[in-house]
């Protein structure tokens, strides 16, 4: 399952789900706001708090909006 | 191969400016195709208390956008985020605006790509950028919570980012080389908060950290010192840059960048239009792309209209 570790009112983070949305990709939104497990993972993956980070593996991650990032992270599903 | 594909009017950018026009070309029947490279609303989408759109109190930037996306949709019009924009010629007839994905044909091009925020100019800007030096609070302010920010710049938007990010950090200094150009509502704002430490007449000299930010060098102006102030994230807010590299080689830009085109906003090159703040203008703001996307669009249909008899 793709994870998608962001927070309410994110722009690049809206867009990251957007585009998944797009593609027909189920994804788990994981808000670093509201949840300090998921917050304690974000820094865990990609050793910072800033957002969106999108990780199907919680190793490999893209940080950002990045397409062509993204899409070959999907790619390795 | 990439698929070919014809538009009446294809609109660069979704920010006010191209989104207004959108609304308008929509309710003309135009059919009408928004690219947008960024991400919808452009700055706005980043400004979290508009008070100066009339009809509004104050409103979200991200709210007053996704209602005009609405809006502009209802009428018809596409907009397309993810499709990012390779290669414009607007000279030829039809004009052809290619993506990674597509090749398209159009008859008119409105341009309202807008501005994107300048880069810090030091040369440490690459080692710490995303790990210390950010332009988003709305995308990376909450990873500072309980942390000590730095917010660079002095005018609206820096100081409406260093209120925002006073929900976050444990102190918010707002550094600026000058005096404020903020508006005096947000400047008083900005006093009020207890948690904010205002620094003018002081320059960012250098920043120092390891794997990521952890100092900065000022330089205060007025008495001549250099200090070192520790921070965990600074928010870089010191003004914009037209965008307008895709349109180098076809269109004359002024000194500063920008698109030469009157209040009619018809650039040198019949059905290509200017709009928002990329046109070379004296006032820029959003009423004023508003206005822009207005008039492109409406005298975008009567060029069409001419052009097919």
Do not use: W
Not at chain 1, 54 to 70: M, Q
Not at chain 2, 206 to 214: F, I, P, S
Request: proline fraction near 2%.
């Amino acid at each position: 399952m793709v994870k998608v570790y962001s927070f309410e009112g994110c722009p690049y983070c809206d867009k990251v789900k957007k585009y998944l949305a797009a593609r027909g990709i189920a994804y788990e939104v994981h808000d670093i706001e509201e949840n300090p497990e998921d917050a304690a993972e974000c820094q865990r993956i990609s050793g910072d708090l800033t957002v969106p980070v999108t990780t199907i593996d919680g190793k490999n991650f893209v940080l950002g909006f990045d397409k062509k990032k993204i899409d070959e992270l999907l790619a390795t599903a | 191969m990439k698929e070919r594909i014809h538009k009446d009017v294809i609109i660069i950018g979704a920010g006010m400016a191209g989104l207004t026009a959108a609304l308008y070309c929509g309710r003309m029947n135009l059919d009408t195709l928004v690219l947008e490279n960024g991400i919808i609303g452009g700055q706005i989408a980043n400004a979290t208390d508009i008070e100066n759109f009339p009809g509004f109190i104050s409103v979200k930037g991200g709210d007053l956008i996704a209602t005009l996306q609405q809006q502009a949709e209802n009428f018809g019009a596409i907009i397309d985020e993810f499709d990012e924009i390779e290669h414009v010629t607007l000279k030829s007839s039809p004009k052809i605006i290619e993506t990674q994905e597509k090749i398209y044909e159009c008859d008119v091009v409105i341009i309202a790509s807008g501005m994107n925020r300048r880069k810090l100019p030091l040369p440490e800007e690459k080692k710490f950028a995303g790990r210390g030096v950010h332009y988003c609070q709305l995308c990376d302010g909450a990873a500072y919570n309980g942390k000590i920010i730095a917010v660079m710049g002095g005018g609206n938007a820096a100081v409406d980012a260093a209120n925002f990010l006073t929900k976050y950090g444990q102190k918010v200094y707002l550094i600026h080389r000058s005096e404020f150009r903020a508006d005096e509502v947000s400047q008083k704002r900005l006093r009020a908060n207890k948690k904010v430490e205002i620094m003018l007449q002081t320059e960012i000299k250098a920043l120092r950290g390891d794997k990521r930010l952890e100092e900065v060098e000022i330089f205060d102006k007025k008495s001549g010192e250099t200090k070192t102030l520790h921070v965990d994230g600074i928010f870089v807010n010191i003004g914009v840059v037209p965008n307008t590299k895709l349109f180098e080689d076809e269109l004359k830009l002024t000194a500063s960048g920008r698109i030469p085109a009157g209040e009619d906003c018809k650039t040198e090159i019949e059905g290509v239009f200017a709009a928002g703040d990329v046109r070379e203008k004296e006032i820029r703001q959003l009423t004023t792309a508003a206005s822009d996307g207005t008039t492109a669009a409406l005298l975008a249909e009567k060029y069409l209209s001419k052009l097919k008899g």
